[in-house]
C-alpha cells in the first residue's frame, strides 16, 4: 500500500517575514537615533522681524470727549427731544428720546436747502409765480426774478416760507416732485425716522423727524461751505436781479453773536412742534451739534447744554506712533 505524505500546516504570513520586520525595525531606529540632522535636531528658520515704515503719515484721530464727573442733564431742560453731537469723533454726548418722531416745523429746510442744491446753480433764476404769507416770510413779490441763492439766503437767514415755496414751485416737476425729491434724499442720507410732505416745516401727521435723524442732517449740511456760510450770517440784504426789490434778512438765531462759537444752523417754532433749535457751535477746536425740539426755551436750553458740555466733558488726544 503506498505511504501518503504529510502536508505540514502554512505558516502565516507574519511568522515567515519576522526576520526580515525585526531587520527592517532595527534598522530604522538607527537612523532615527543616529547622531546627525533629523526631524527631532533641524531647528526652524525664524526670519528677523523687520519694521517699515509706511509711505503715507498714519491721520491722526479725532479727539474724543470723555466724561469726567457722570453728570448728565435733568428737568432743567424740557425739551421732549435731546441731542449733544460730537461732530469730529461722531460721539453723541447726550441723548433723550433721539429716535421719537417729533414735528421738526423750519429746521425741515435744512434738508430743503440740501434737495435745492443738488438741482439747482445759484446763479439760477426763479421768477416767483405766487406769494406765501403764512408764516414767517422774506417778502416776496409774485413775479419777481431772484437767484437760488438770494432765495437760500432767505430761506436759512429769516427762515421764509415764501422763499422755500419759490424753490420747491421751480423744480421740473412742480412742489410735489420736490417733496417726493425731499423723502428721496432722506432715504440716501440713512434718515431712516423722518418723512416730508412739505418743504417748509408745516405740522402734518406724517410730517415728522427723530432728533437724531437732525443732529446726522445737519453734520452733513455743515459740510457744505453754501450752507455753513449762510446758515452763520446774522442779517443781510439780497435784491432780485434787476435791483428792484431789496429784502433785508436777520437771523432768528439769537445765540448768533451772544454765544462765542455759535455759527447757526436752524431754528423751528410752530404750534404743534413748540420752539426747535439746532445749533453748531465751534469751540477751543472742538465743533458740536445741540438739537433741541419741543422746548419750552430753545435758546435758554440750548445755552445750559453748551455750558454743561465744557464743565463736564474733556478731549483725550491720541498722537499715532
Given at each position: 500500500m503506498?505511504?501518503?505524505?504529510?502536508?505540514?500546516?502554512?505558516?502565516?504570513?507574519?511568522?515567515?517575514?519576522l526576520?526580515?520586520?525585526?531587520?527592517?525595525f532595527?534598522?530604522?531606529v538607527?537612523?532615527?537615533?543616529?547622531p546627525?540632522?533629523?526631524?527631532?535636531?533641524?531647528?526652524?528658520?525664524?526670519?528677523?522681524?523687520?519694521?517699515?515704515?509706511?509711505?503715507?503719515?498714519?491721520?491722526?484721530?479725532?479727539?474724543?470727549?470723555?466724561?469726567?464727573?457722570g453728570l448728565?442733564?435733568?428737568?432743567?431742560?424740557?425739551?421732549?427731544?435731546?441731542?449733544?453731537?460730537?461732530?469730529?469723533?461722531?460721539?453723541?454726548?447726550?441723548?433723550?428720546?433721539?429716535?421719537?418722531?417729533?414735528?421738526?416745523?423750519?429746521?425741515?429746510?435744512?434738508?430743503?436747502?440740501?434737495?435745492?442744491?443738488?438741482?439747482?446753480?445759484?446763479?439760477?433764476?426763479?421768477?416767483?409765480?405766487?406769494?406765501?404769507?403764512?408764516?414767517?416770510?422774506?417778502?416776496?413779490?409774485?413775479?419777481?426774478?431772484?437767484?437760488?441763492?438770494?432765495?437760500?439766503?432767505?430761506?436759512?437767514?429769516?427762515?421764509?416760507?415764501?422763499?422755500?415755496?419759490?424753490?420747491?414751485?421751480h423744480y421740473?416737476?412742480?412742489?410735489?416732485?420736490?417733496?417726493?425729491?425731499?423723502?428721496?434724499?432722506?432715504?440716501?442720507?440713512?434718515?431712516?425716522?423722518?418723512?416730508?410732505?412739505?418743504?417748509?416745516?408745516?405740522?402734518?401727521?406724517?410730517?415728522?423727524?427723530?432728533?437724531?435723524?437732525?443732529a446726522?442732517?445737519s453734520?452733513?449740511?455743515?459740510?457744505?461751505?453754501?450752507?455753513?456760510?449762510m446758515?452763520?450770517?446774522?442779517?443781510?440784504?439780497?435784491?432780485?436781479?434787476t435791483?428792484t426789490?431789496?429784502?433785508?434778512?436777520?437771523?432768528i438765531?439769537?445765540?448768533?453773536?451772544?454765544?462765542p462759537?455759535?455759527?447757526?444752523?436752524?431754528?423751528g417754532?410752530?404750534?404743534?412742534?413748540?420752539?426747535?433749535l439746532?445749533?453748531?457751535?465751534?469751540r477751543?477746536?472742538?465743533?458740536?451739534?445741540?438739537v433741541?425740539?419741543?422746548?419750552?426755551?430753545?435758546?435758554?436750553?440750548?445755552?445750559?447744554?453748551?455750558?454743561?458740555?465744557?464743565?463736564?466733558?474733556?478731549?483725550?488726544?491720541?498722537?499715532?506712533?
Amino acid at each position: 500500500m503506498p505511504k501518503q505524505r504529510r502536508h505540514s500546516a502554512k505558516k502565516p504570513w507574519w511568522q515567515r517575514s519576522l526576520s526580515k520586520i525585526l531587520y527592517l525595525f532595527i534598522l530604522g531606529v538607527f537612523f532615527l537615533l543616529y547622531p546627525g540632522q533629523n526631524i527631532y535636531t533641524i531647528r526652524p528658520k525664524v526670519g528677523k522681524t523687520v519694521m517699515r515704515r509706511l509711505p503715507f503719515p498714519l491721520p491722526t484721530p479725532a479727539p474724543y470727549p470723555t466724561s469726567m464727573t457722570g453728570l448728565y442733564p435733568g428737568e432743567e431742560i424740557t425739551a421732549a427731544g435731546v441731542v449733544v453731537l460730537d461732530v469730529d469723533s461722531g460721539v453723541y454726548l447726550y441723548k433723550r428720546n433721539e429716535e421719537v418722531l417729533l414735528a421738526p416745523a423750519s429746521t425741515t429746510k435744512i434738508l430743503t436747502a440740501l434737495v435745492v442744491l443738488d438741482a439747482y446753480q445759484l446763479d439760477d433764476v426763479v421768477t416767483v409765480r405766487s406769494v406765501v404769507n403764512d408764516g414767517q416770510v422774506m417778502g416776496l413779490v409774485a413775479g419777481e426774478r431772484i437767484t437760488v441763492e438770494n432765495l437760500l439766503y432767505g430761506m436759512l437767514i429769516a427762515s421764509g416760507n415764501d422763499a422755500a415755496y419759490a424753490l420747491a414751485d421751480h423744480y421740473e416737476g412742480g412742489a410735489e416732485r420736490f417733496i417726493a425729491a425731499m423723502n428721496e434724499k432722506a432715504r440716501t442720507l440713512h434718515l431712516t425716522k423722518s418723512h416730508f410732505t412739505n418743504p417748509v416745516g408745516y405740522d402734518h401727521p406724517d410730517h415728522k423727524m427723530s432728533p437724531i435723524d437732525l443732529a446726522r442732517l445737519s453734520g452733513i449740511a455743515l459740510s457744505n461751505k453754501t450752507i455753513a456760510k449762510m446758515v452763520a450770517i446774522p442779517q443781510i440784504t439780497i435784491s432780485d436781479v434787476t435791483y428792484t426789490y431789496f429784502h433785508p434778512l436777520k437771523n432768528i438765531n439769537q445765540l448768533l453773536g451772544k454765544i462765542p462759537g455759535v455759527g447757526g444752523i436752524k431754528t423751528g417754532w410752530t404750534e404743534g412742534a413748540g420752539e426747535n433749535l439746532v445749533t453748531l457751535l465751534d469751540r477751543s477746536g472742538h465743533r458740536l451739534i445741540f438739537v433741541v425740539l419741543k422746548s419750552r426755551d430753545r435758546f435758554g436750553e440750548t445755552a445750559k447744554l453748551i455750558d454743561w458740555v465744557f464743565a463736564n466733558y474733556q478731549w483725550q488726544v491720541f498722537e499715532p506712533k
